[in-house]
């Protein structure tokens, strides 16, 4: 009987394990209405974090975790522009190195310089030690006297070197860089400077008996001459004017890295340096004993060259270098943030061993400059590239965990040592031989964030509960304004079974905030009244896009009429459940990039207003006028259906079936098309499928996708006409010469309003152009529990206070960026507040 009993039991009992373990949902404990939960903010993730390094992970969840515990000298503030942030100023200057012809007097220059820029350049000087180098090759192609216009780039040239600079402003990073400089300067003068040497210009303005004779003097082939004479004129050092926008910070002085968590004696924890570089903590009674330590381990070293510290410990908290829980973890102030975590970041990020996925962002970067004064840095760029300033709003690396030393030492404890590996000391690299990924530092990390990851496991690593729960700590060090709470809680559901657990948890109280799909959002309006909704822009677009070069949609009519066939209003409001916002081109609505005083002009066919010619936002909704538009592009209606050339219209929508809302999207266009008389068939497959086989390869005539994410203003990937599959994203084969020349302009244009006219000018020729029907821009919607609020600061008496203040407040409503830049300014009360009328404005 009892082995029946078992036979039934033994099954149900691991079924109901392996159903926590999917469905785990934090305990009464943790989840209860209780005074600890005041001081936490508690949400929830979909993936186990697996590496704290920002340079090396590629997992959502991580960034998630390690976006709590990085600061940028950068930053986009609550309207996507980038300001000064860790650093009290930021200004883009402009180096440059001229190359000055024999005509030009060194005076000439400069006073043509300061006519154009006044007090904002600096005086050129001459670069010492120029000289052209001087070949066979060179000599022969100077002394031909058909070819003498090349003697232009040789007889008396000079090279000099001056600055533009501009003041830096809070706000904002201003900046002296200016592309056309070579074109000012020279028309000043009324004389040519040597610009962007063109080796092809050159050889493109010789006739053919002369191209025939520069090919013998180069030994080359004509098709080859351009690569010949560059490679010429390069070797002699004539390369015309250099660019190199010089990035120039002041840090904020007192940013402390953050270092632990620790569990010893705060007395018995020393930080240990050699030579000046921190070797890492050690344990150790004495300060001798940590040095002997470190000594032995890199097996020799003069004792001068060893010292080490531990922490300040006090009652005081303005003199205490340590915070943490009594009798449980701490923490410790560590070196302070200065040009050398700067420049050791970028050094990192450029070195093929450190093996970082966003190796590329970092390319133009030619080097890193430090001063006398440890906060003064420059970041100095090998060419003209604006976007790269995005790249600055990200997080740096601790310089006294990643120097060599610390590297080496760590590499020796993990048996990969000098010895170990048998190379000679002086010939060793760490990165070679323990890989970045690898180190303690991608699951025990510094913070120089508001944050610190806090041990949920003893002194193990990871520091956080796999598949259960990630612990964030306030650091006390913070050199902003700290958070309200002590602690954020993120519980980690189940990948498959995560938004629904999260919602289940959220309505029982366990979870303060939830992101709620877009059929959820309308019933949760209808409750407002006990809970509190947020709405923000998403950097996401959905759109049908055509392939442009495949008939029947290469032609600008067709596609224009298949626009107006469809109520995008309806496709919004009843498939996408109301939860995004019409676009008009190309981008979110919610950046500065997007024109959202976009019009086109259209002539109507049809209608009261037939012949007349009006400006329009948007594709309107009009059968009547999409009918006239195909007979236009000269199909014939007679039968019934648009027919030309003895065929009917038709093609294929093709699409993958997994995204429920584009499933629906692409049905309801077929409808709508075929009510027009339009043939249109649906075809389905796989995602990857679907990717590999049809949208890259441009195999498709109609398709239905999405962007998102890329706050920058670079849509070369997506738009320009080099940018056909595969080697781009442009599977619309848009091609249009003036919005090629504005998308490689404008990355060398540093000038914020400047960027903003162009974009906007390239979003009106895309537009125009119908590529895409452009659908919406989702809207994110966050569920949170009424009684979080927000602890605005306001000015009261001429000090600064902070008052409670709604979550909907006109500040974040008619601000751009994400919910949770607003993060650490929320706050847990008892009670939910009752809120006026005038909480809600300033």
Not at 79 to 96: F, G, K, R, W
Not at 189 to 202: F, M, S, T, Y
Not at 492 to 518: H, K, Q, W
Request: proline fraction near 6%.
């Amino acid at each position: 009987m009892w082995i029946k009993r078992s036979l039934v039991i033994v099954p149900v009992l691991l079924l109901v394990f392996l159903l926590q373990s999917v469905f785990w949902v934090p305990g009464t404990q943790q989840a209860a209405d209780n005074e600890g939960r005041l001081d936490r903010l508690v949400w929830y993730m979909s993936a186990n974090p697996e590496d704290m390094n920002p340079y090396q992970s590629t997992s959502a969840g991580d960034s998630d975790i390690w976006g709590h515990l990085v600061e940028g000298l950068l930053r986009y503030n609550e309207m996507y522009q980038i300001t000064p942030y860790m650093a009290d100023s930021a200004v883009v200057n402009h180096e440059l190195t001229v190359l000055l012809p024999a005509s030009v007097t060194d005076e000439q220059f400069m006073a043509a310089v300061r006519d154009v820029y006044g007090a904002s350049a600096t005086d050129a000087t001459l670069v010492q030690g120029f000289k052209v180098k001087e070949s066979d090759a060179l000599t022969r192609v100077m002394t031909d006297a058909a070819l003498a216009r090349t003697n232009v780039f040789v007889k008396g040239v000079r090279q000099v070197r001056l600055m533009l600079t501009t003041t830096p402003r809070r706000d904002r990073v201003n900046s002296a860089v200016d592309p056309d400089f070579v074109a000012k300067v020279s028309a000043r003068l009324g004389k040519e400077l040597h610009a962007d040497i063109n080796p092809a210009a050159i050889v493109a303005g010789l006739d053919d008996p002369d191209k025939q004779r520069l090919a013998g003097l180069l030994k080359a082939d004509t098709a080859g001459l351009p690569a010949a004479l560059g490679k010429l004129l390069a070797d002699a050092g004539l390369t015309g004017v250099t660019h190199n926008p010089l990035v120039d910070f002041m840090i904020h002085k007192g940013v402390h890295w953050v270092d632990g968590p620790f569990w010893g004696p705060v007395k018995e924890t020393w930080l240990v340096t050699v030579n000046g570089d921190e070797a890492g903590y050690f344990s150790a009674a004495t300060e001798a004993d940590a040095i002997k330590h470190v000594k032995d381990t890199l097996g020799s070293g003069d004792d001068a060259k060893f010292k080490a510290r531990n922490f300040v410990e006090s009652d005081d908290p303005s003199k205490s270098e340590v915070f943490g829980e009594k009798g449980g973890p701490w923490w410790g102030k560590g070196p302070e943030f200065t040009s050398r975590d700067v420049k050791r970041t970028v050094e990192l990020l450029k070195d093929h061993d450190f093996a970082s996925p966003r190796m590329s962002t970092w390319a133009d970067v030619k080097e890193v400059r430090t001063f006398a004064d440890p906060h003064k840095v420059q970041v100095v760029y090998g060419r003209l590239f604006s976007p790269a300033l995005s790249a600055l709003t990200g997080s740096y690396l601790p310089y006294h965990h990643w120097n060599d030393t610390a590297w080496t030492v760590e590499a020796i404890r993990k048996k990969r040592g000098p010895k170990d590996i048998g190379v000679k000391p002086e010939d060793y690299k760490p990165a070679g031989y323990l890989r970045a990924k690898v180190r303690d530092y991608s699951r025990k990390p510094s913070s120089l964030g508001a944050m610190v990851l806090y041990p949920l496991n003893g002194r193990e690593v990871p520091l956080w509960q796999n598949g259960k729960q990630v612990r964030l700590m306030r650091n006390e060090f913070y050199w902003e304004r700290k958070p309200e709470y002590k602690y954020i809680d993120y519980y980690v559901f189940s990948p498959n079974m995560g938004r629904e657990t999260a919602e289940m948890v959220f309505n029982t109280g366990g979870i303060d905030l939830y992101g709620c799909d877009p059929h959820q959002v309308r019933r949760y309006e209808k409750y407002g009244d006990r809970y509190t909704l947020i709405k923000r822009q998403t950097t996401t677009y959905a759109y049908l896009g055509f392939n442009t070069e495949r008939e029947p949609v290469n032609n600008p009519l067709v596609r224009k009429a298949l626009a107006m066939g469809l109520d995008v209003e309806k496709i919004i409001d009843k498939i996408a459940w109301g939860q995004g916002e019409r676009i008009s081109g190309p981008g979110y609505p919610v950046l500065p990039w997007y024109d959202h005083n976009y019009t086109f002009d259209h002539k109507w066919r049809t209608g009261p207003k037939a012949g007349q010619t009006e400006a329009l936002k948007f594709v309107p909704y009009n059968v009547d006028e999409a009918r006239a538009l195909l007979v236009e592009a000269g199909y014939d209606y007679s039968s019934g259906v648009p027919v030309k050339d003895g065929k009917a219209l038709e093609f294929t929508i093709t699409m993958h079936p997994e995204n429920p809302i584009r499933r629906d999207i692409v049905l309801y266009a077929q409808q709508r098309w075929q009510d027009l008389g339009i043939k249109v068939r649906v075809e389905e497959h796989e995602w990857n499928v679907y990717l590999s086989q049809f949208v890259r390869p441009r195999n498709f005539t109609v398709c239905v996708l999405g962007w998102s994410g890329g706050l920058d203003f670079d849509k070369r990937q997506l738009w320009h006409s080099s940018a056909l599959p595969p080697r781009g994203l442009n599977f619309a084969s848009f091609k249009n010469a003036e919005a090629d020349k504005i998308m490689e302009d404008i990355l060398k244009v540093y000038d914020y309003d400047e960027q903003v006219r162009m974009s906007h000018r390239m979003f009106k020729l895309v537009a125009d152009e119908l590529p895409y029907i452009f659908l919406y821009s989702g809207l994110a919607t966050t569920v949170v529990d009424p009684r979080v609020v927000w602890r605005r600061e306001i000015e009261l008496d001429g000090k600064t206070a902070l008052q409670n203040s709604p979550l909907t407040h006109d500040n974040i409503k008619n601000a751009r960026a994400a919910f949770t830049y607003w993060m650490y300014e929320l706050k847990r009360v008892p009670e939910r507040p009752q809120w006026t009328e005038e909480d809600f404005r300033n």
